[in-house]
């Protein structure tokens, strides 16, 4: 089965987000630079903001209402629950960070974010949340920051406290800059809270072109077929046959098949993933699943996840070769088709 960063103890994600919306809890903004200052603002219109910055002169400038970089018009601060400090012990005050760089990143950038990463961990406690901002998605460089918050706050990634990062991306507009983004965490509920997050402050509609599925109830509805057709064996194993996002795309943002993936994980069901519209690399890179390219194993089920073309054209005889005895074959949605005698 993949590496999936999931802990046996949850942070209550859903409980911060409505702290946030009622203030009870904070948001800090670190690093106000050009991009900075925007997004603490945008976000000070809906959440009460701390804004960071060690350059004593650009909080002055700030907190006198004007942007030192002469992009933001004077009004833009009017009504904004949002103040700016280079103290840094107001950090502790906060529950939600974001952490900002420059959209260009470059290793000239690399210092002041491994500074602010440094900073913000010293403040870090049990059951916050932080965010980088227009990060680099290979694991290699969101592991050194994370490992720098694990050493220097003594708490431990997706146990103590949570991470995402947002980075360029064609698949999701957010108002703070004229890029296009995409917010990314491993850890689900986590991807839940900063979808929540920003999406409360974006300006755009949300267009839904599908009914919405509950996943829950297809990965109950899937693990109750399971133990109906072999009660005694318990340690039940899937075959989950596509991961992206739709059919015949290698697009993996927002994917029900990684959600279901994760339900079923949840579930202590043993999941093996395959999809070869995707690279394994970029799969892994953003969720932390193995795809498996093969396998000889044998299974007490197949799930088609994702409706491909190079799936509807397979007859159900070419999987017994991965079916246990009397396997189950499931939809998308975990309505049991029939079952597989070998």
């Known amino acids: 089965m993949g590496i999936l960063h999931i802990h046996t103890e949850k942070i209550n994600t859903s409980a911060l987000f409505t702290e946030l919306c009622t203030k009870e809890a904070k948001i800090a903004v670190v690093g106000l630079g050009k991009e900075g200052l925007s997004l603490a603002l945008k976000m000070a219109s809906k959440y009460r903001v701390i804004g960071y910055d060690s350059n004593r002169d650009v909080t002055t400038v700030i907190q006198q209402q004007k942007d030192p970089y ?18 840094d012990n107001l950090l502790t005050a906060a529950q939600f960070y974001i952490i900002t760089t420059p959209s260009n990143l470059n290793n000239k950038d690399l210092f002041p974010l491994k500074e602010y990463t440094t900073k913000v961990a010293q403040f870090l406690k049990t059951g916050d949340v932080v965010v980088f901002q227009n990060m680099d998605n290979s694991k290699e ?3 050194f920051y994370i490992a720098i918050l694990e050493k220097t706050s003594g708490l431990k990634h997706n146990v103590d406290f949570k ?5 360029k991306s064609t698949t999701a507009i957010f108002p703070f800059t004229s890029s296009k983004r995409v917010i990314i965490s491993r850890d689900m509920d986590t991807q839940a809270l900063l979808t929540n997050v920003f999406k409360n402050i974006t300006i755009l509609k949300v267009i839904k072109t599908e009914k919405e599925i509950d996943i829950n109830a297809v990965a109950n509805k899937i693990k109750e077929a399971l133990v109906q057709q072999k009660p005694k064996k318990g340690n039940y194993s899937i075959l989950l046959k596509g991961i992206t996002s739709k059919a015949n795309t290698n697009k993996i943002e927002n994917s029900k098949a990684v959600a279901l993936y994760m339900a079923l994980y949840r579930k202590g069901i043993y999941v093996t993933v395959q999809d070869n519209h995707v690279l394994p690399s970029k799969v892994e890179a953003t969720y932390g699943i193995e795809l498996a390219t093969s396998t000889s194993q044998r299974f007490d089920g197949i799930v088609i996840a994702v409706k491909h073309d190079s799936y509807k054209n397979i007859k159900i005889d070419y999987y017994k070769k991965n079916m246990a005895k009397k396997a189950l074959f499931f939809d998308h949605l975990g309505n049991r088709k029939e079952v597989i005698s070998n």
Do not use: Q
Request: no cysteine.
């Open 70 to 87: 002469k992009k933001i018009d004077t009004t833009d601060f009017i009504s904004k629950d949002f103040f700016a400090t280079s103290i």
């Open 141 to 143: 460089t969101i592991g």
């Open 163 to 167: 991470t995402g990062y947002t980075t």
